[in-house]
């Protein structure tokens, strides 16, 4: 019989071993790995008592070993259909309700075997060899996944297969555990939604019994499987933010990117606000060790030989309790340079630096414009410029965001409306830019502007020395003798 060990089943799924990465519910499903269960996963199955054995018929048998052998087995039906020749009136095109075509497509499947549910072990009894058995199950979402077949009486010998369904009986094996005796088979990966099947195979068996189930954890990400070197998601040539979580403490994400150019290449990761940015622990590969980035930290490579991948991996910082689903944001792509930057204020009467150091006066309105590239003037779209405006300081700062898109050029540029205001400064002053001289009584306030980048911080106008540029808000001008 089996280990105790080895009735701990989890919700919390491994890391998966796949020969490619796939993108989630736009591809084929990928070939799951064949794996032992390294360490104990968080929590067991629940029991789901003794099953019938769903005994495979020959007409399926011959449809699984097509399957397996690459070759689906068409219908003479469908085929006849494809064949067909049909003549059809052309009338008004009418758009079908989608709503309805989806629930028709599900209403209308219907599996192959009998259907059990997920995260539940099953049991099944009076085995002989040669018995072929299969089940059903569906995976609503997106999901790691992990099929145990487990427990095989002494002298059994079972190997476990998985398919997946297309939903029009059309079935592709993605994966095979077959190990020696009744040693436990294991199946393990990232799956889409969809509808798959449990087929087993006796190679020995005498009035043997065994068990078997499939824990299922929804709670990931759009990247996975990327959680190994081989399959990190690999981001495009741009200045990337991605939006992530580690299902369980054993779950490692990695993420590539490739300097096309020789640009220079930053990162980093920071938490969706929650304050949970301790969770995890980031990574950057240097070509021989992994090296922590510390939190509330960029790093950058200013420049790179064309073509150089840059590698990074997100963990669980292992004195922190996870939550699965905490998010972080992840940046990782071209390094942002600011090549220019404009913040106007409207027309108002400028209040002397002799006076009173305000390098931008606005009364109304700002009008503000930027323009992003990475290192080799190539321009960065897509990014998030932030205008932050602090229009009256008081005993602690109080910063408005404003944020544009950069277009195809790199460019982005808004305009705030600051409304009215009564001041805290009175000051009057000569002024002659009209021509003639008059003397200005002007009420305003002290505030200030920054420039950064939503995507990566540390960059743009404003920083740990100088922290901002000054702005007086005019309240109100008039003429006085």
């Known amino acids: 019989m089996k280990s105790k060990k080895a009735l701990m089943l989890g919700a919390a799924m491994m890391a998966s071993c796949f020969v490619s990465a796939f993108a989630l519910a736009e591809q084929t499903p990928p070939k799951l790995s064949a794996q032992t269960v390294k360490q104990a996963v968080d929590k067991a199955l629940k029991q789901g008592g003794t099953v019938e054995k769903a005994i495979v018929s020959d007409a399926f048998k011959q449809k699984l070993d097509a399957a397996k052998a690459g070759k689906p087995k068409v219908s003479a039906a469908k085929a006849a259909a494809n064949n067909a020749v049909v003549d059809a009136k052309v009338g008004q095109l009418v758009k079908p309700d989608q709503a309805k075509l989806k629930e028709a497509a599900v209403a209308a499947f219907t599996p192959l075997f009998p259907t ?12 002989e060899t040669g018995a072929q058995i299969a089940y059903h199950f569906n ?37 095979t555990s077959d190990n ?49 070197e081989q399959t990190a998601f690999a981001l495009p040539d741009a200045l990337n933010q991605v939006t992530g979580n580690l299902d369980s403490v054993n779950d490692v994400d990695y993420f590539s990117f490739t300097s096309l150019r020789g640009q220079g290449v930053g990162m980093f990761l920071g938490d969706d606000g929650a304050g949970t940015r301790n969770q995890w622990i980031f990574e950057r590969f240097d ?22 991948t840059v590698k990074v991996r997100v963990r669980a910082n292992p004195a922190v309790a996870l939550n699965p689903q905490a998010q972080y944001q992840l940046t990782l792509g071209s390094a942002p340079r600011l090549n220019q930057h404009n913040v106007n204020g409207d027309n108002v ?43 009256h300081f008081g005993a602690t700062y109080n910063w408005v965001n404003y944020e544009a898109k950069t277009g195809i050029t790199g ?25 003639q001289t008059y003397n200005w009584e002007t ?29 007086g808000h005019i309240c109100s001008q008039t003429i006085v003798r």
């Open 349 to 391: 009467v400028r209040i002397p630096s002799s006076i009173f150091q305000l390098a931008t006066q606005a009364a109304r309105n700002l009008s503000w414009s930027t323009q992003w590239s990475d290192s080799t003037g190539e321009p960065l779209r897509g990014v998030t410029p932030v205008l932050r405006v602090d229009k």
């Open 443 to 471: 009420w305003f306030n002290e505030g200030g502007w920054r420039i950064e980048l939503k995507e990566f911080p540390g960059v743009g106008v404003g920083g740990n020395i100088t922290q901002y540029v000054s702005l």
């Open 139 to 175: 995976l609503p979402k997106n999901a790691r996944i992990q099929v145990q077949l487990l427990n095989q009486s002494v002298g059994t010998d079972m190997s476990l297969t998985l398919f997946h369904d297309d939903g029009q009986g059309n079935l592709t094996p993605l994966g």
């Open 180 to 228: 020696a005796g009744n040693a436990d088979e294991y199946l393990n990966g990232v799956l889409p939604a969809g509808d798959y099947y449990w087929f087993m195979v006796a190679n020995a068996a005498s009035n043997s019994q065994f068990s078997f189930g499939v824990a299922v954890d929804s709670n990931i990400d759009a990247y996975e499987p990327n959680d190994t």
């Open 116 to 127: 059990l549910d997920i995260n539940t072990l099953y049991t099944v009894t009076g085995v």
């Open 411 to 435: 460019a982005a540029s808004g305009n705030v409306a600051l409304g009215t205001c009564s001041g805290d400064y009175k000051v009057r002053y000569p002024d002659s830019s009209s021509g």
């Open 287 to 308: 070509g021989n060790n992994w090296v922590v980035i510390q939190p509330d930290s960029t790093s950058t490579y200013p420049n790179l030989t064309p073509g150089y």
